[in-house]
């Protein structure tokens, strides 16, 4: 397989997991929005989202060592090893890049408003962001 389409499959995956990211809590708000109820666990449920944030610092480290790996490894033999390590890392920390999404999710059974919901959402899709595969590798 080339470095583009590696690339190619790379930068799918990414679109592919934002949307499974941001999919279960767009769905349940749009089913079960309306019955905001307010409850004990609205707040305790956005401050453990917000704390889930703290869950992608390991994994960055991880995905830019990975990353940094990749690019030593480009034109070598073992490059091929370097984007199936970066990919594995990558999966991993969208898993936990998605945490504060899928934390909202869960929280609009409890009755969280609309802009703490979207805060989580919007923290999620930038954690995303971050695991975006550079232009500058593999160019």
């Known amino acids: 397989m080339t470095r583009g389409n590696l ?5 799918l995956a990414w679109w592919w997991q934002l949307a499974l990211t941001l ?17 004990a666990l609205a707040m305790p449920l956005f401050l453990a989202g917000l704390a889930s944030m703290f869950v ?9 060592h990975a990353l940094i790996a ?4 480009l034109d070598t033999p073992t490059e091929s090893t370097a984007w199936l390590a970066l990919a594995a890392r990558r999966r991993l920390a ?32 930038v954690l995303c962001y971050l695991y975006r595969i550079p232009r500058q590798l593999g160019r």
């Open 7 to 11: 690339r190619r499959r790379l930068a």
């Open 23 to 39: 999919a279960p809590l767009s769905m349940l708000n749009l089913l079960f929005g309306a019955d905001r109820q307010l409850t």
């Open 56 to 64: 992608s610092l390991p994994l960055f480290h991880a995905y830019k």
């Open 70 to 73: 990749t690019e030593k490894a």
């Open 94 to 125: 969208l898993l936990g890049a998605g945490l504060p999404a899928w934390i909202a999710a869960i929280a609009v059974f409890a009755g969280l408003e609309a802009i703490p919901l979207m805060l989580l959402a919007l923290s999620s899709a």
